[in-house]
């Protein structure tokens, strides 16, 4: 039972390049999230997917790029790569539920250092 | 904007003693209100969560007290344990909002042996 998984765990690139995040859950829950975590900053809210084909911007969307063509997969990509996105990104997901509050279950984090 | 402010952002309890986290926001639309606990190299998990229809929720050693009228919640960990040092963050969300979470910026608990 792998829950929520995220790989690489660990990536380092170079300002200008392409990354791939990936995101893969076993629940077939309904949202899938992507989230920086900075220090002082808390959680940050970077995409959001209702359903598989549906997806939205959150609090910090730009130069990220996501896609869900499959309900339990939801990779992030960042299309050129610049210093201020390294960070530790986290995926989470939730069950659909009819009142908010559902809990979102988090993955491991990959770290991606941006030199 | 923060619409979630925490405090203290590091927090240095002895064992035993009684930890304090606090939250304030601005929304009045949010309905749900999460604290989520972060161990190093972890992802967060959901800890306790509280509605604005109490003012209090107890879980074991974790109870978050909840003013409405202030927009202020919190976290107190009773008889703090060494294992309970951690990252904690707050966080809200508001119905129609789907499931989509605002967190504090978080606190990091030491808690002394």
């Known amino acids: 039972d792998a829950g929520i998984t995220q790989s690489p765990r660990y990536k380092i690139t170079e300002t200008g390049r392409q990354v791939t995040l990936m995101c893969h859950q076993t629940?077939?829950?309904?949202?899938m999230f992507w989230y920086r975590q900075d220090l002082g900053h808390g959680l940050r809210l970077i995409y959001y997917?209702?359903?598989?084909?549906?997806?939205d911007k959150g609090e910090v969307p730009d130069g990220y790029v996501v896609s869900r063509s499959k309900t339990e997969n939801f990779p992030l990509t960042l299309e050129s790569a610049t210093r201020s996105q390294t960070s530790v990104y986290f995926c989470?997901?939730?069950?659909?539920?009819?009142?908010?509050?559902?809990?979102?279950?988090f993955g491991p984090g990959t770290r991606l250092l941006v030199l | 904007q923060q619409q979630v402010k925490q405090s203290p952002q590091s927090l240095i309890v002895q064992k035993g003693g009684i930890s304090i986290i606090n939250c304030a926001y601005e929304?009045?639309?949010?309905?749900?209100f999460p604290w989520y606990q972060q161990f190093p190299g972890k992802g967060p998990a959901l800890l306790i969560a509280?509605?604005?229809?109490?003012s209090e929720k107890k879980e074991g050693r974790f109870t978050i007290s909840f003013n409405k009228s202030a927009k202020q919640f919190s976290l107190h960990i009773m008889d703090s344990q060494p294992g309970d040092s951690a990252t904690y963050f707050c966080?809200?969300?508001?119905?129609?909002?789907?499931?989509?979470?605002?967190f504090g910026g978080g606190t990091r608990l030491m808690v002394k042996p």
């Open positions: 929304n009045t639309a949010f309905d749900y």
């Open positions: 966080a809200a969300s508001k119905n129609n909002a789907g499931n989509m979470l605002t």
């Open positions: 509280i509605r604005p229809d109490v």
């Open positions: 997917s209702a359903a598989a084909d549906i997806t």
């Open positions: 989470a997901s939730s069950e659909l539920a009819a009142r908010t509050g559902e809990t979102q279950y």
């Open positions: 629940w077939s829950h309904s949202y």
